[in-house]
Structures are given as C-alpha cells and as structure tokens.
C-alpha cells in the first residue's frame, strides 16, 4: 500500500512540474531615456483569461505560466517615454509544450521590437512591427488615404513576403493567417468609418470578402482574438435567422471555448438587438430553445426578460437613484408628471454637447405638467459630480453607479432621451434630442 501511494505522489508531482512552463529573459530599451513601465502575459487559447504581471528587475524577468497545449501567449510590454507618455506593444509568443524551458531576450527600439528564440518567434516579432507600421498610417491618420485599396492590400503582401523569408511552422503560419485576417479586417472598419464620417460612398472592393474566412476563422488558434466572433458573424451567410446562425456556429466549430465566444456574441446582439414592441414573447421562446439546446446560461433569459421594460407603455424600472449629495430617489416621486429623461455620463462629449440645449429647453418650456430628469450612468462618482459644477447643472441630477438603468432600457449608446406619461408608462424610448426644434413643440402639447 505504501509503495502504491509513494508511486501515485510521484506521478502527482510529475504532472505538476509537466504542467510548468519557464521563461527567463531579459528587456532592452535602445533608447535610454525610456523606461519598462509594466509586463503582463497570459495564455491566448484559454478563454476568460486574465493578465499575469511579470516582475522585472533591472530589465530581467521570470516568468512561470501553466502550460494547456498549444503554445500561444500574448506578452503585453509597456514603455515608459522620457515625456512620461506611455507607449504599448501586445506581442504573441509562441511557446509550445515540447520545451519547458525558455529563453526571451526582447529588445525594444522606439517604435519597432525585436525578439525570437527560435525562427518561429522571429517570424511573429516581423510581422508584427511591419502590420504596425500600416496599423499605424490607417489609425493614425484624420482623413481618407489617396488609395485605401492599395493599403489594404499591404497587409496580405507583407504577410506572405515574411512566410517566405521565415517559412515558420505550421501553427503558427495558421495563426499568422487570421491574424493578418483580424488586421485588414479592423483597418476596413476604420476606413469605412471615415468615408461614412466625410459623407463619402465607399468603395465597392473596400472589403475583406475572403473565401474562406469562415473556415479561418473556426480554427482554434482564432480564440486568441478578441474580435473573432464579430467577424465570424459578420461573415456567416447571408439571411441566417438567430437560431440557424448559432446552429451554423456548433456545425463548423470544434473547438469548446471558440464555440462558446461566438455562442456569447450572438446572443448578446440577439438581446441588444431585438425589437421588444414586436412581439416579446416569441423572441423570449426562441431564446428559451436555444439556450436549452446548447446548455447555455440562463442569464440570458433573464436579461432578455428585463428588456420588458423597453415596451411601449412599460412601467419605469425599479431602481433607486442617488443626486449629489447621496439622498436616494425613485422614479414614483414624478407620479403625475410627464417626464422628460436624459441618460448620460460625464465621459460622453456628444451628451455634454446636448446639456446647454437641454438647459434652455428646461427654462424656456412653458407646460407645468412635463418634468426633466437627468440619470448619470457614471461610475465614478467624483467624475459625475465635478462634471456638474463644471456645467452649473441644475434639477434633478442623479447618478445610476451600477448602470443598471442601461441593462433593463437596453440602451447602447449615449445619450438617450426617454419620454414617460404620467403613470409613469413609457412614452418614446428614443425621443427627439433637445436640440431638435420639435422636442419643444412635442412637450408643450403634452396635457
């Protein structure tokens, strides 16, 4: 019996120290007036994962991560200028399981880092200071490059120009893949964005319309990208209904945690996205099947049920309020009252572009039975309160901290304005702004 659990310890520890991974380096910042502000790494193929902060002591580092058999993980690096602004590189390792032990030497020259062990890591360490540089004139830039075709195009040229020089190992050539795919697809965005922005029609081939992006990106190694599900949906066929796309996800998906992201991600745009006035009851039976289907949270059900209250003729949520100088309130203290609500946050400048006309509206509007309120979504009290003696605010300012009010009106984007009637019975979820002539004349007929 003895031996039987001395043996049993022993392939307890074993696994222990298989499960070990090591990395010891050192970081080197050419430039001598720049500093490492901070080092954190965490394993990409693991999903939910948080940052582990690496110490780095006069610019050598230990780091000891559990390994889970793949090999990629994103170290993020970031530079302390001499002006004291702070400069950020997220550079993917890759590290596989075969070898316990690593050595990272990094070298970090302005803008561009330099690092690899070994042929594959070179690779990555090129293709990412040469995606930089083209991330770099998209991002960087306030108006519409000459040729955006042709910047787009850059992405894929320099892709396969380093595949040939490096010629890396399968994964990672896979994952380089839909990380170029993920980087082109972003730099579309931002530039779709601006011609929108300038009142521009955008280009036809100003896409990333790949053949095979939905098997790129039900790959595996696409878990390690935030943005996969978004582009995974955007790419998925054409007039699929809610349940035939997450059918379609489970279908192609083998990978567990890729399948769950995407799975996330439809089901939050389902409920963001729904038309809760058109029938509320079949969207809350489709969702109830799907999540019995795929044993998904039940949280989605009961944030799909919230969404009640965004229905015409709705009862104004439950929740209390605070105004500055910490006394609670409820929406019943406006029983009688037609109320005109404004949803903000110190943070959002389009919703302070709106309070001077929100102010004049308050003076000049001449109908006793409307009342104004402003519901702070804030989350930092200080912010809410300074921004309100900053702007002389005035009324009934008060402050949501939790921002359950945008969960149960499912509102996305600020500010919002919301009428209710005198029951305190939604109105208009999305009413006319102040600055709009016709909030005016719609609030003074309200009897």
């Not at 280009?203 to 098997?215: M, Q």
């Not at 582009?231 to 192609?252: A, N, Q, R, V």
Request: net charge positive; proline share 4%.
């Amino acid at each position: 019996m003895k031996l039987q659990i001395a043996i049993l310890l022993a392939l307890i520890y074993a696994c222990t120290l298989n499960a070990q991974l090591t990395v010891t380096g050192r970081i080197i910042v050419k430039n001598n007036t720049d500093s490492i502000h901070e080092m954190t790494i965490k394993n990409m193929m693991m999903k939910n994962t948080s940052y582990t902060p690496v110490q780095n002591n006069n610019n050598v580092f230990k780091i000891k991560l559990s390994s889970v058999n793949n090999g990629f993980y994103k170290l993020n690096i970031i530079v302390r200028k001499e002006d004291s602004n702070k400069y950020p590189f997220s550079i993917p390792l890759y590290m596989p399981d075969s070898i316990r032990t690593y050595n990272l030497d990094i070298q970090v020259d302005n803008e561009k880092i330099l690092y690899g062990f070994d042929n594959d890591n070179a690779f990555l360490a090129e293709y990412y200071n040469q995606a930089h540089t083209i991330n770099k004139k998209v991002w960087a830039s306030t108006s519409l490059s000459e040729n955006p075709l042709e910047l787009i195009n850059q992405y894929d040229s320099i892709l396969n120009k380093v595949l040939v020089q490096y010629k890396p190992s399968k994964d990672v050539e896979l994952y380089a893949r839909i990380w170029n795919f993920i980087e082109k697809s972003k730099s579309i965005k931002a530039i779709q964005f601006m011609y929108r922005r300038d009142g521009k029609a955008i280009p036809r081939r100003l896409d990333n319309e790949a053949k095979d992006a939905i098997i790129l990106l039900a790959n595996k190694y696409a878990i390690c990208f935030s943005e996969t599900p978004m582009f995974f949906c955007e790419h998925l066929p054409k007039g699929m209904s809610f349940e035939e796309k997450l059918d379609y996800t489970y279908e192609k998906i083998e990978d567990k945690n890729l399948q769950e992201s995407i799975a996330e991600y439809l089901l939050r745009n389902y409920i963001s996205s729904y038309d809760y006035n058109k029938d509320f009851s079949k969207g809350l039976s489709i969702l109830e099947k799907c999540i019995h289907k795929y044993s998904l949270s039940e949280e989605y059900i009961n944030d799909f049920k919230k969404k009640k209250y965004t229905i015409d003729g709705a009862p104004f949520p439950d929740i209390p309020f605070y105004d500055s100088e910490g006394k609670e309130h409820t929406f019943e203290e406006f029983k009688g009252y037609y109320v005109y609500i404004d949803i903000w946050a110190s943070w959002c400048v389009p919703c302070c572009k709106e309070i001077p006309h929100l102010q004049t509206l308050e003076k000049e509007l001449k109908n006793p039975a409307v009342k104004f309120l402003s519901i702070s979504i804030d989350r930092n009290e200080k912010s809410w309160k300074k921004k309100i003696d900053n702007m002389n605010l005035y009324g009934n300012q008060w402050l949501n901290k939790n921002n359950e009010i945008s969960s149960r009106l499912n509102i996305t984007a600020i500010p919002r304005f919301l009428l209710y009637d005198k029951n305190g019975k939604l109105m208009n979820i999305d009413a006319f702004r102040p600055s709009n002539p016709q909030t005016k004349e719609i609030l003074e007929k309200l009897k």
